[in-house]
């Protein structure tokens, strides 16, 4: 009570008493207005701003170190990027008007800036809220959120004015530019391109920053589209920075236009593409240069040397059809920057001897042993040794780095190596440049003489390699003998050869046309000094009598069979007479004779044709040249009628006229100018008639007591004629023909098979004996056979003799037509339709050479199926059916004829190699060989030679002052441009 009583003592009085307050509801209060205070402070931080400041109030100011400030102005730099440990960096540079300060950005921050295009470049207006960092000599700014970099103002258009150049004016403008890109750099802040607009070269930065998330290609010789903003580099150099990957357009230099090479150079500045045969590389001025040609006109494209070295040198060399894209230069020539190999062409490996002056810039391939190398600074010197000689061999330092270890571990003195580059002189040596590293290859390993290789040519190359090594190849022609050096003819070329490298040649064995290969020093386009000789295909020699050979045989091979008239020593030499003809045996070649013929021998003697006293004579150079004849029987000047007296076997040259079966063999009947004669033979010994048939000449050898055949060789062959199913007539019988066609039906006869076989103008019997189990035929087939021509119950049928002669096309069809391009993988039966560019001739075969929209070809073609040049000519459009397992035109028709045109005599030249024409004139000179009629006529224009075969020339004879009218093809020989005719209807004598 005494507590209550003292605390209504502490109210007034007159008061009533109040209420008793709870205070403990008083600190839960205060609590809760503490928090939501604290909040509303923190709320109020967060959306203040930080201050405004002027960079130059804040650089180098200690007491702003960690301040976060923000910053206005222009962005003044390209945006760099760098990464480290997988993260990225930006930086960019901010002026304010009182000075610059670099603002960076830190992962992850960067990424998402690139991410969302947030980047800013030169001439955009931003304020950034960073957080200072201050350093001694070095102030800068930290982006740390994204909210706090704002674009207040972006140059940027998605329609930018084009222009052709810049100048400082324009900084910060939004810009694009079109041009030829001639030079690419890789800088620290990303790809610089020099752009020629055609007007002046502007510069184009493609940033780093926009390459961190987008693959770019460009290289020199495309074609860009580059908008972006004016930046001045360093403050005076204008250049276009492109801000928007997506506006950035790169046409590819290889995409470009193709511009016919002869026309390229009058196409300046235009980005194009070349292509042409690749005719030499050479070096000037920090580029490479290539050359290349259409045949006529000569090219150059200059060519960095990490565009050239896509040329692989062992696989693309001089004569490969390549492609150079780029922009042509004000000097003509293509400043290249894409190169491609359409056709290669592999070099041949040449021994080091065979490389001379004449291959400058050529692509060359040589093997050999290093035997010295060097370091010149940072490129590579060898000396490589072959054996035939040697060569310098220089690896520029770009190649040299391009070298594997393995290949670097095998360079060693002693090693071989294989060496691909182009030639060229230095200091007066000759020396290969590897302009790549694929261009050397270490063996590993010393090089064997026996891998060195000459190069292989013809006898038209033989002029490109005057003071060279090669090794020649081509048909044996003939032999003669001058100033104690024996001269050899390889398809005209005169090989000169010492008397023990001819005697490689026995003419007994060797004959005219043989294949040889001689390897010697090339003094001329017609002329070799010949230093080894191999016999690569030989062909025998044709028998032949005394009384064959003629001074028209002057310097040819001949093989003489006859019987031994006299015999004479004169002074060691040996003097031995065939019938009426002599025979020089000189002392050198009598006195290794291991056998001398005696008067009364047959013997078979084989030499080279001389003349003697106005008189022909054989010059026998090999002593293993002279054999007695082993038939026992060769009668000299054996005709058919002798046949009934001859006492043993008997060798004959005679016409096949018919065939005739008589079981179990064949019945040949033969004729020459004596009488017929019808001799049995075996059905081994026959021909195929689609290479040799009735009217071809032969050599027989016959028993006359049984009149059996014992040997059967081809001399002058004619092919069986192609005849129309139905044509073939009973006035055939005995007769060979050759008939293509479908076949209508397929019957079995036990071992044989009989077919009806129709072209279209009627069906035909043809009997295939004994071919039941190896010919495999059936309806729809087409075919090619030839046989000759027998009765069957009143009716001609074609007897297929050998199933050689017998060519078989699958074809529900018919006969499969292709083009060109498909002939090398055909087989059987193929129609070909080409236009007939030119026809020439290699024994015994005429060449034409055709082509069509795919390509072209060379095709052996019979004499006899060729049209007739005055009706269709080179020019025209042909059928041609093929037969591609034998390589030969087996049927032709002129689907359009373009006649042969009408020249002057003194107008045919040279550029009309190949084509047909049709000449007229008198003749004002004429010789006549054994074998052939040389003409020279004139129609007041000048003289021109005609040379006619007299297998062309039918009937008709020739005389000085005839008047002729001549349809044949234009050739060449040693110098001289002829026409020849090829059928004795396309010469008329008014």
Known sequence: MARKEGEKRLYYHGLKEQKKLNVSMLKYLSLLISVIGVGLLLVAAQVAQAPMAKVSDVY???MMNYAVVRISGTVASVPKVSESGGKLSLTFTVDDGTGQIDVRVYS?????????????????????????????????????????????SKSYSDNPE????????????????????????????????????????????????????????????????????????KGTSPEIVVRDIDQLEITPVEESPEVPLANASNYAGMVMSVRGELAGISYEAGKYVLTLTDGTDYLDALLPRDVLAKLDPFKVGTGSLVRVAGRMGEDGRLVGAYVEAVKPKAPKALPIAAVSRDMLNQVVLVRGNIEDMANVGSNLKL?????????????????????????????????????????????????????????????????????????????????????????????????????????????????????????????????????????????????????????????????????????????????????????????????????????????STANALSYVPEKG?????????????????????????????????????????????????????????????????????????????SLIANRTLLPNPLDAGTGSKVNVTVDPTTMEVTSLRVVEAVQAKLTATG??????????????????????????????VDDGSGELAVFLPGAAGSVQVKEGDNVLVSGYVEEYNGKPEVVVYTTDAIRVAESSGGTQSITLSELDGASGLVNLTVTW???????????????????????????????????????????????????????????????????????????????????????????????????????GSGGLVVFIPKSSAGDKTFSKGQKVRIGGYVT???GTVEVVPYMSDAIVIE
């Open 60 to 62: 180098g100011s200690y």
């Open 108 to 152: 992850p921050l960067a990424e998402k800036m690139i991410e969302r295009n947030l980047v800013p470049f030169p001439g955009d207006n931003v304020t950034a809220e960073v957080q200072l960092r201050v350093r001694e000599t070095y102030t800068y700014a930290i982006l740390q959120y994204l909210d706090g970099l704002e674009f207040l």
């Open 162 to 233: 084009e222009v052709k150049s810049l100048d400082q004016r324009m900084a910060n403008l939004y810009v694009a530019v079109e041009g030829v890109v001639t030079e690419v750099s890789n800088v620290s802040s990303g790809l610089l391109l020099t752009v020629d607009t055609g007007e002046s070269d502007v510069t184009v930065l493609i940033p780093q920053v926009l390459l961190v998330k987008n693959n770019v290609t460009v290289k020199t010789g495309d074609t860009v589209r580059a908008p972006g903003a004016v930046y001045l580099y």
């Open 383 to 587: 000396m490589v040794d072959d054996g035939t000689g040697k060569i310098a061999v220089f690896v520029p330092s770009a190649s040299v780095s391009e070298f594997s270890n393995e290949t670097k571990d095998n360079l060693k003195v002693g090693l071989g190596v294989e060496v691909a580059g182009y030639l060229e002189e230095y200091r007066g040596e000759l020396e290969v440049v590897v302009y790549t590293g694929n261009g050397l290859h270490a063996l590993g390993r010393p090089l064997e003489k026996s891998e060195v290789q000459l190069p292989q040519v013809t006898a038209d190359e033989l002029g490109g390699h005057v003071g060279s090594l090669v090794d020649l190849v081509g048909s044996l022609e003939g032999l003669t003998y001058q100033n104690h050096t024996y001269y050899l003819s390889v398809d005209g070329v005169a090989v000169s050869l010492p008397r023990e490298l001819v005697l490689g040649i026995n003419p007994l064995e060797v004959g005219t046309g043989s294949r040889v290969k001689v390897m010697g020093l090339v003094a001329s386009a017609t002329e070799l000094e010949g230093r080894n000789l191999t016999v690569v295909e030989a062909v025998k020699p044709v028998e032949m009598s005394s009384s064959e050979v003629t001074l028209d045989m002057k310097g040819q091979l001949v093989l003489v069979v006859g019987r031994v008239t006299d015999v004479a020593n004169l002074s060691g030499n040996l003097k031995v007479v065939v019938g009426d003809l002599p025979i020089f045996v000189p002392r």
């Open 601 to 677: 021998d047959l013997i078979r003697v084989g030499g080279y044709v001389e003349e003697y006293r106005n008189e022909p004579e054989v010059v026998v150079f090999n002593p293993n040249a002279i054999e007695k004849a082993e038939i026992g029987g060769k009668v000299e000047g054996a005709k058919v009628s002798d046949l009934r007296t001859a006492g043993g076997p008997v060798w004959l040259l005679v016409k096949w006229d018919a065939v005739t079966y008589s079981k179990p063999n064949y019945l040949l009947n033969v004729s020459d100018e004596t009488g017929s004669a």
């Open 727 to 756: 044509s073939v007539s009973l006035d055939l019988v005995g007769k060979t023909v050759a008939v293509n066609g479908t076949v209508k039906d397929v019957v079995q006869l036990g071992e044989s098979l009989k077919l009806t």
């Open 837 to 939: 560019d030119a026809l020439s001739y290699e024994k015994p075969n005429y060449i034409m050479n055709v082509s069509d929209k795919t390509g072209s070809a060379s095709l052996t073609v019979d004499r006899s199926l060729l049209p007739n040049p005055f009706d269709a000519g080179t020019g025209s459009v042909l059928q041609i059916t093929y037969d591609a397992d034998n390589k030969k035109v087996v049927s032709l028709k002129v689907l359009e004829a373009k006649p042969s045109p009408e020249v002057k005599t003194g107008e045919v030249t040279a550029n009309l190699m190949g084509k047909t024409v049709v000449v007229s004139g008198t003749i004002v000179d004429l010789y006549q060989g054994s074998t052939f009629y040389k003409l020279t006529i004139d129609d």
């Open 972 to 974: 060449e020989y040693r």
